[in-house]
């Protein structure tokens, strides 16, 4: 039975403690909706097994499960500032030893979800106290066991953004008509197609949910039709992913999205954006790196599900140059692979590291983008990836060619190469040596990406995509070089499933 001292360290903290069945996981019948106050009236009742419910006192605990391929490595991967904390040994067998429970503190104002951080890495609703003993499926009675007796640690920010849901406003809805309904979704709509060019993902963000489950597909065709910009694929994949995220589901209370959501994914933004780049490859790896960061914002999530082809038609780029980007993010400690779909797409989580530039305007939350890094102007002749990220480091407040290079991780005359560039094109207005945007520079982007092929590139590339996609496997159209697009697909997965076990420590 859990001893005193352990059963008070969750007592002291006022966590909602329930009682075990026997010498099972089970909790007691007609004891799983217990709160606080039932807990504090029925001390008695815990002197057997028990559990803690997760989230409650201001605890998470984390469930590490080597049976189904969890591991603190693995964890630590996709939180690489998790801190050394208080520990449970749990009594599920394995030839890698026993499960874990890692136990963190949270802000009072999280609310946790029960969703999965990778394979074998769980929030579970409720997990056993230390001195619960099972008697497992072979027989044998084990105890979970504190084997780490310190006091928990902070929840690091990434994971603390990954497992909070967000607050209830606490208004409820209130039943609405059809013509209610209708003129809600209209004006949800209307105050999307009004957005401008840095406001249209915040404000999508904030109406494609009740859109969504007022209308459905209906309401996504609406969204889509109101959309004024100029990145097709942007908006096609926002609302996959809302429809996914909402259709059908019942209107609950309006939630306010996670703080910690919210300001992860801006910093994860911001560092993409103004962050260092090195290398021929790196402006390549960093537009892959704003499309997940990206697919995160659209689904309100620490991670998000996609294969190559989705990726492409954010970027503009071929998917076997974005299979080859995310190895390499992979491999540099950017994203993770959090695992697979049953249609082999990856599930990426994009890593909070440091920031390595300080940008002059980094108030919290980051301004929108004055030219979208993944629009159409950048895929147009004589305008790269590379000038995209000198643009955006100007925009941002870095105005200076020397300053530029250090900033961005590149040569100074890439830098001046680049600046140029951007000059000659009407992009950015040189003042001596200080560099910055014009007022009209939406406009020029939109001129440059209909009149130097930027257009056109996104819409072959995503013709081309969709007809693959409606082909069955085996009659892909050939990309360029004859490079077929399911066999890059096949490569991926093969990748994808050697880098889980990597992850997972099997190879």
Known sequence: MPSMKYLQFYWDRKCVLLPGSGR??????????????????????????????NGTGGLLVVDVDPKNGGSVEALRGRFPDLPDTRAVQTV???PDGFGTHLIFTIPNDVRITHRGLGAGIDIPHSVMLPGSVIRCEDGVNRTYALVNDVEPAAAPLGLIAAIDKGQDSGIAPEPASSDDDDAVVQSLVDKFADAGPGERNAVFLQVAPAVIRLKGAIGAQMLENAYLGDDVSWIK??????????????APNPIARSRYLVDVLQQLSSSARYGLWNGKTGTTDRKVQLAVVRLCEATGLMSATASLRTLALLTGLEPKTIGSAVRRLT?????????????????????????????????????????????????SDGLTGRHSHVFDLVDGGVCRAKQIATAGGMGVDTARDALKALVEAEMLVKQGTV?????????VAEKLAAERGGKEKRAKLTARIDAERARPRGDATPAPDDVDANDIDEEWRRWQDEELMRQLGII
């Open 237 to 250: 994949s926002a609302l996959r992913g809302a429809l996914q995220k909402y259709s059908g589901a019942d």
């Open 24 to 53: 099972t996981k089970k909790i007691k019948k007609g004891c799983a909706s217990w709160n606080l106050i039932d807990t504090r009236r029925n001390l008695d009742m815990l002197k057997g097994n028990a559990k803690v419910v």
């Open 331 to 379: 491999v540099s400690g950017r994203l993770c692979v959090v695992g697979t779909d049953d249609e082999g797409a990856a599930e990426y989580a994009p890593i909070l590291g440091e920031s390595t530039t300080v940008i002059s305007k980094g108030e919290s939350p980051i301004r929108g983008f004055s030219v979208d890094p993944l629009g159409d102007v950048w895929l």
């Open 92 to 94: 599920t067998p394995h």
């Open 435 to 443: 560099y910055s945007v014009p007022a009209d520079v939406d406009q």
